[in-house]
């Protein structure tokens, strides 16, 4: 199985100031039709997962602009350029390239 | 508006089984693949199972594999996971979630407790 290891796994930030997360995955998340099936979603204390970006760095409809996506191959990132109040929670990434589909630990996001 | 609503879950004693189901509305449930995916209390996300459109295929984790069986009625938009055998490690909100590879859209979840 592809292994997602995200860092770190517990985030303190001031309000206002960057936050940026990393996920790495044991092998190549490039597809054979040559997308990159990497995934972020945020979930907030008490609701389901909400996805956030979708094959690196396209953002879904309705999320800030503060959030955006990066990466290639085996090394992403999460950034929120200007962290809010209602960023708290816990942030996955997931790779759906290869079976089984395999989620990162999580990290959490909280205000100092 | 897309939407994933899940029922079923319950109380259940180790050794036993149910059933869980999801709704699909909004969106043409008949050509996505569909997704179970679990979250222990207090832990990450954890995928279970997944079934192509058609049904032409299921997957499962290896920690299911054997005692769930995921089908889906494209006729009533409805997505199903029956699970037997169940153990106390299984004890977790189940979320049915669309699209196999991207997870678009999640449901709010049902608990699933297995416990003597």
């Known amino acids: 199985d592809v292994v997602m290891t995200q860092s770190p796994l517990s985030l303190p930030v001031t309000l206002g100031q960057p936050a940026s997360i990393s996920c790495r995955s044991s092998?190549?998340?490039?597809?054979?039709?040559?997308?990159?099936?990497l995934n972020w979603f945020q979930q907030r204390p008490g609701q389901s997962p909400r996805r956030l970006i979708y094959?690196?760095?396209n953002r879904d409809s309705g999320v800030p602009d503060r959030f955006s996506g990066s990466g290639s191959g085996t090394d992403f990132t999460l950034k929120i350029s200007r962290v809010e109040a209602e960023d708290v929670g816990v942030y996955y990434c997931m790779q759906g390239t290869h079976w089984p589909t395999t989620f990162g630990q999580g990290t959490k996001v909280e205000i100092k | 508006e897309v939407q994933l609503v899940e029922s079923g879950g319950g109380l259940v004693k180790p050794g036993g089984s149910l059933r869980l189901s999801c709704a699909a509305s909004g969106f043409t449930f008949s050509i996505y693949s569909m997704n179970w995916v679990r979250q222990a209390p207090g832990k990450g996300l954890e995928w279970v199972s997944s079934i192509s459109s058609g049904s032409s295929y299921m997957r499962y984790a290896d920690s299911v594999k054997g005692r769930f069986t995921i089908s889906r009625d494209n006729a009533k938009n409805a997505l199903y996971l029956q699970m037997n055998s169940l153990r106390a490690e299984d004890t977790a909100v189940y979320y049915c979630?669309?699209?196999?590879?991207?997870?678009?859209?999640w449901g709010q979840g049902t608990l699933v407790t297995v416990s003597s």
């Open positions: 094959r690196v760095s």
């Open positions: 979630g669309r699209d196999s590879a991207e997870v678009d859209y």
């Open positions: 092998q190549s998340l490039v597809y054979s039709d040559g997308n990159t099936y």
